[in-house]
């Protein structure tokens, strides 16, 4: 992205302040027709995306110069003459529906033909737009889908279609509300760009640091104090964010360099930071953009599934945690030194308590009340931002106007990156879901997963875990939820699945997918901050979010852990066998608990904490009697070699000795 000065900084800052208007106020009236909701959400898009994300990365980086650079690569600061030309094309066909969208919705087939060729610009800038700000595989998958859509009739079998022309194609892109102006765009618009704006205002009003300050004092007095402080970070900060990557780029920045200063390698540093991050996504009350697509889809409210996910996330929370705690053994990290561990007088800042407790209280209150969830995220923003300006500190000039100005900066980095990126990616994957429909292929595919799985639903779930993942190894969370959940998800109720638990275990994998090699992309970031080898932080990333590739199972097998059916005890239960099976599988999984382990107390361990997973009374009990097993082996068992040969203790690393006099100490962490 360009760091833009002069007027062009300027231009964007006026597009910045119209969109945070028209966003906010929208949210708290109410939104207007799809059609012009999104055509005038996705106008700012175009605008921001073309001035800002120059046509090459790497062109600009080695500065061209002379009529090459003013033509197409502009500079570091300014966009060049193809980027306003692409501007102007991009917004133009949105501005025409925002003044005509009454009578074209009105009066469906009735349209010029110059309507279609706006059509095929906006197309081709939308592909353009998502190509600079999340690269070529989603442009490319909706390449693919389109020449399907085209050449369909040319296939043979069961995968051809009746095909479609051109100009039928151009007509449902642009001119109903089943092409771009459809769910997603009108999602994106209408509810997830207030989140969107939420989170970065709540970390620029202090939440995140009293999220920091709470982490540090509760993981800090855990065994591998470091690593805990990043996941507890990582999942309340994750629950503003809903962004794997942004939450390793913005928590990771200080939580993996204060890991390894307190004795984490560089591999277990980054892959603590990269499953914690990950987990970001499916912690409510703010959960990932595709959680407010999946209560789209399904046609319930965002509540119902935030209430479903709690149990799963604190569960994957637990397992990442116990991966940690034993981590730290195998490696001597011990807890935080107790200087280094905030007071309980620090932690009761009146201030610091307002802006956290008051808005987050007010957004769940408001869920809970069933309003609309864009109406309870604009009052938590304009709630967070009165009490920041105004109560944020001394009210002098200088002061306020210091407060004002970490707004706006707030509002600025949240509409040009992440709300652009998205709305250009939504609308663009949008033209997928619709073709998807169109031409058939999601019954087809579901029929093909039907019949390969029979009536055997296990099989089909990992034919549907697989393709969720390698879908969102190559496109972000929601883009992946999204397309996976239109292919695969009437699979899955076909073979009588119900829809909740079938579409969380689909975005549980596509989240999943940010970790999962080759293409990790949470993993990629983690290790840019950190070195290391990439392979091995993957792997260690995989070990500890195990939770993440095995509670989905659950949600279709024990739907009780979704809060949906079950008695209060037998979730309650539930919940207490996998957070004891999770513990003693990383035990396994890793080769430490009191000690390092031999071969089989680890088998003992992974195989216990398996048949505890299954939570019933059969498996519980056989479950318990092999964890006790190994136990009473890891215990009492001899070093013996071969049959019960254990690895030589680490040395313990010593804390008290570090040096945090200067500015890099645990106690100055800050979101920026």
Not at 43 to 49: C, E, H, K, P, R
Not at 101 to 106: A, D, G, Y
Not at 636 to 652: G, H, K, M, Q
Request: aromatic share 12%.
């Amino acid at each position: 992205m360009r760091a833009l000065t002069g007027v062009w900084k300027w231009i964007v800052i006026a597009i910045t302040g119209m969109a945070v208007t028209f966003i906010v106020f929208t949210s708290l009236w109410r939104p207007f027709h799809p059609a012009l909701q999104g055509a005038v959400v996705l106008t700012f898009g175009m605008l921001v995306v073309f001035i800002n994300y120059p046509i090459s990365k790497s062109a600009l980086t080695r500065n061209p110069s002379g009529s090459a650079a003013m033509l197409l690569y502009g500079s570091g600061n300014a966009p060049s003459l193809l980027d306003i030309i692409f501007t102007v094309l991009g917004t133009a066909p949105c501005i025409f529906i925002i003044f005509n969208w009454e009578p074209i919705v009105s009066n469906p087939l009735t349209y010029e033909t110059y309507y279609l060729v706006l059509g095929a610009i906006l197309f081709i800038m939308l592909v353009e737009a998502t190509r600079r700000t999340l690269g070529n595989i989603v442009p490319i998958v909706v390449s693919l889908f389109i020449a399907y859509a085209l050449l369909g009739h040319l296939l043979p079998g069961e995968l051809g279609h009746a095909g479609y022309g051109l100009e039928e194609l151009l007509y449902i892109f642009y001119l109903t509300t089943e092409g771009v102006w459809g769910l997603l765009t009108d999602l994106t618009s209408r509810l997830i760009a207030i989140f969107i704006l939420l989170g970065p205002i709540l970390f620029a009003c202090g939440v995140g640091n009293t999220f920091i300050k709470w982490s540090r004092f509760t993981g800090g007095r855990i065994r591998g104090g470091a690593g805990q402080i990043a996941l507890l970070s990582s999942a309340g900060l994750g629950m503003l964010s809903g962004s794997s990557v942004a939450n390793v780029a913005t928590t990771g920045t200080f939580t993996i360099p204060t890991m390894k200063k307190l004795g984490y390698n560089d591999e277990i540093a980054a892959a603590t930071e990269a499953s914690a991050s990950s987990g970001g996504q499916i912690m409510p009350p703010i959960m990932g953009a595709g959680a407010f697509v999946m209560a789209e889809l399904l046609g319930i409210k965002y509540m119902e599934i935030m209430f479903a996910a709690i149990i799963p996330a604190i569960c994957y929370f637990m397992g990442i945690g116990s991966g940690i705690y034993v981590l730290a053994g195998k490696y001597g990290l011990g807890k935080l030194p107790a200087k280094l561990i905030p007071k309980w007088a620090d932690l009761f800042d009146p201030r610091e308590l307002m802006n956290t407790v008051i808005p987050i209280g007010i957004l769940i209150y408001l869920l809970v009340q069933y309003m609309p969830p864009q109406t309870c995220a604009g009052w938590a923003l304009v709630s967070s931002l009165v009490i920041f300006i105004f109560m944020g500190g001394p009210l002098k000039r200088q002061e306020t106007t210091k407060r004002v100005t970490i707004s706006l900066q707030a509002f600025y980095k949240a509409v040009n990156g992440a709300l652009v990126m998205l709305i250009v990616m939504m609308s663009c994957v949008q033209v997928v879901v619709t073709l998807i429909n169109a031409t058939g292929l999601g019954v087809k595919i579901s029929e093909f997963i039907v019949n390969l799985a029979g009536t055997n639903a296990f099989l089909a779930l990992v034919a549907v875990m697989i393709v969720a993942i390698i879908l969102g190894m190559g496109m972000s969370t929601t883009a992946a939820y999204v397309i996976a959940a239109s292919a695969l998800g009437p699979a899955l109720v076909t073979l009588g699945l119900p829809g909740l638990p079938s579409h969380l275990f689909i975005f549980y994998f596509a989240i999943a997918a940010g970790i999962t090699p080759p293409v990790c992309v949470a993993v990629f970031t983690a290790r840019a901050i950190s070195g290391g080898s990439w392979v091995r932080i993957a792997m260690i990333s995989m070990g500890l979010s195990l939770g993440g590739y095995i509670i989905p199972y659950f949600f279709i097998y024990q739907p009780a852990i979704l809060m949906q059916g079950g008695t209060f005890l037998g979730t309650i239960w539930i919940m207490i066998t996998v957070a004891i099976a999770m513990f003693f599988i990383e035990a396994g999984v890793f080769g430490y608990f009191l000690k390092p382990t031999s071969i089989p107390e680890r088998v003992l361990f992974i195989i216990g904490g398996l048949f505890l997973l299954s939570s019933t009374l059969v498996s519980d009990i056989v479950g318990i009697a092999l964890v006790g097993v190994g136990i009473l082996c890891h215990i009492y068992t001899p070093n013996i070699p071969f049959l019960s040969s254990r690895p030589e203790e680490l040395p313990r690393v010593n804390l008290e000795d570090i040096d945090w006099t200067g500015e890099d100490s645990i106690a100055n962490m800050k979101v920026s």
